[in-house]
């Protein structure tokens, strides 16, 4: 067929502006954002599946959309991640940590912050301390995108009795003061109610749960030990940090032996005379109510084992501060006073609380992911310590899957804020962690940090580092 010179001049003006269209429509079809992280893995933590390859678009901190890589045409952003082929799932919370040690410590406790966020820890709960108007401080200037850290709940000031084991505390020893202490607590704006068991009483215990119960404020922490597990849980108790207080509900003789007095000294008792079956009646009563438990296994592992191991090369022992490993003394002496003293305690109850892991799981109890680092906590390194105890809860019979799900699900359940955070989705928070490789394959793969996204701020490995070694120098 001819085309006639007509036809064709009537068609230079539509290509021209099919050309027109193509460079316009090109150039406005690029939406840009924030961040973009290209060619991921991203985990999901609940249902164990992978959506691979994907990128992930990011604006202020919060995810905005994922789509398949293969689209990265259509995207910018200020700032690009390729990840490559790496894995991310969620920031790791880390649920029970100590900003603590005194005014003339707090600097060294500040930079403990980079540090949680180098291991990947994107949020902390902080269990009390007496440095309260610091860690207020830090909360709101990391809320604000003001300071690099994680994200912090706290608990502000711990309650106990008359003459509060750590400093800071405020005494309750009666209903009248559990409403004031509580008063205070409110004043403060703190995130959750942290109880100790230095001096107080079965029955200030119970008032405190009793009087947070009617002001919608949650209640965790150590227990008396002459108090009643399950009485508590009853009365609406929200948490039990530790092993001790579920173990004692699990003993036949618990009974018996809250009338002598024992305090600690009633643990080896209650360890054998544990009862699998009654253990089984004392979860099943904690999932009913919605009780979670914060087992903290590795500090468990590490102080009974602290006279053996000789942490004077610990990789992170650089990175802590002076004042900070004074205070590291205290349970090396310890140690060596129940060494004398014959007892058995530590390294019994580090093998209780890992045959109670698993039936506690099986039970529907929501476990919580928790290190105890911070100063008096000797060798439990902020960051590194919670990697730890993702191990701990693996080597006690979880799987990956599940020990994560008790760092990035169960910690903001506590707080009810899994509608903005528990997985990589659109809306969620941007506080992401990118591994090298899958850590549902393998839970020690949390260690290779590729990169860590606080708030939507990438720090890729090369920054993570340089922010840790900036720490030593100090
Ligand atoms: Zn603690």
């Known amino acids: 067929m001819n085309i006639s010179n007509s036809n064709i001049s009537a068609l230079k003006p539509a290509v021209l502006c099919l050309l027109i269209f193509f460079v316009v429509s090109c150039g406005k079809k690029k939406k840009s954002y924030d961040l973009l992280i290209s060619h991921v893995n991203i985990v999901n933590i609940a249902s164990g599946e992978i959506e691979e390859d994907?990128?992930?678009?990011?604006?202020?901190?919060?995810?905005?959309?994922?789509?398949?890589?293969?689209?990265?045409?259509?995207?910018?952003?200020?700032?690009?991640?390729?990840?490559?082929?790496?894995?991310?799932?969620?920031?790791?919370?880390?649920?029970?940590?100590?900003?603590?040690?005194?005014?003339?410590?707090?600097?060294?406790?500040?930079?403990?912050?980079?540090?949680?966020?180098a291991y990947g820890v994107t949020t902390v709960r902080d269990a009390g301390g007496d440095i309260t108007p610091s860690v207020l401080k830090w909360r709101k200037a990391v809320a604000e995108n003001k300071m690099a850290g994680p994200t912090i709940f706290t608990s502000g000031p711990k309650l106990d009795g008359e003459n509060p084991a750590w400093p800071g505390s405020i005494s309750v020893t009666n209903q009248q003061e559990a409403a004031a202490a509580l008063d205070s607590l409110q004043e403060l704006?703190?995130?959750?109610?942290?109880?100790?068991?230095?001096?107080?009483?079965?029955?200030?215990?119970?008032a405190i749960i009793q009087e947070a119960e009617k002001r919608g404020m949650k209640t965790t922490g150590h227990m008396p030990l002459a108090a009643d597990f399950l009485k508590a849980v009853s009365l609406g108790l929200n948490g039990a940090e530790h092993m001790y207080y579920p173990l004692k509900a699990c003993s036949p003789v618990?009974?018996?032996?809250?009338?002598?007095?024992?305090?600690?000294?009633?643990?080896?008792?209650?360890?054998?005379?544990?009862?699998?079956?009654?253990?089984?009646?004392?979860?099943?009563?904690?999932?009913?109510?919605?009780?979670?438990?914060?087992?903290?296994?590795?500090?468990?592992?590490?102080?009974?084992?602290?006279?053996?191991?000789?942490?004077?090369?610990?990789?992170?022992?650089?990175?802590?501060?002076?004042?900070?490993?004074?205070?590291?003394?205290?349970?090396?002496?310890g140690a060596k006073?129940?060494?004398?003293?014959?007892?058995?305690?530590?390294?019994?109850?580090?093998?209780?609380?890992?045959?109670?892991?698993?039936?506690?799981?099986?039970?529907?109890?929501?476990?919580?992911?928790?290190?105890?680092?911070?100063?008096?906590?000797?060798?439990?390194?902020?960051?590194?310590?919670?990697?730890?105890?993702?191990?701990a809860l693996v080597a006690a019979g979880l799987s990956p899957q599940e020990a994560l799900a008790t760092s990035v699900i169960n910690g903001p359940e506590f707080f009810d804020v899994l509608g903005r955070y528990g997985d990589i989705s659109r809306g969620k928070v941007a506080d992401l962690l990118l591994l090298d490789n899958n850590p549902l394959k393998d839970i020690k793969n949390v260690h290779n940090v590729f990169a860590v996204v606080k708030s939507g701020k990438v720090f890729t490995r090369q920054e993570l580092q340089a922010m840790l070694h900036s720490l030593a120098e100090k």
Do not use: C
Request: cysteine-free; overall charge negative.
């Open 54 to 117: 994907k990128l992930i678009l990011i604006n202020g901190d919060s995810i905005s959309q994922i789509v398949d890589a293969k689209a990265i045409e259509n995207y910018k952003a200020e700032k690009e991640l390729n990840a490559n082929g790496k894995f991310v799932i969620p920031g790791l919370w880390d649920m029970h940590v100590h900003f603590r040690g005194g005014d003339t410590l707090i600097g060294e406790n500040k930079n403990l912050l980079p540090l949680f966020l």
């Open 189 to 206: 704006d703190v995130d959750y109610v942290k109880m100790y068991d230095g001096s107080l009483s079965p029955e200030a215990y119970y």
């Open 254 to 333: 618990a009974d018996s032996l809250s009338q002598l007095n024992l305090g600690y000294g009633m643990m080896e008792t209650l360890i054998d005379t544990y009862d699998p079956q009654l253990a089984g009646e004392v979860f099943t009563r904690m999932e009913e109510n919605e009780v979670f438990i914060t087992p903290t296994l590795y500090i468990g592992k590490t102080l009974a084992e602290i006279l053996e191991v000789d942490h004077s090369r610990d990789t992170l022992l650089p990175y802590v501060g002076k004042g900070i490993k004074a205070t590291y003394q205290g349970r090396i002496e």
């Open 337 to 391: 006073r129940a060494k004398a003293s014959g007892s058995q305690m530590r390294a019994k109850m580090e093998n209780i609380s890992a045959k109670m892991i698993r039936p506690m799981q099986d039970a529907g109890v929501k476990i919580l992911a928790g290190s105890d680092s911070g100063a008096f906590n000797s060798f439990v390194y902020a960051g590194e310590s919670l990697q730890k105890e993702l191990e």
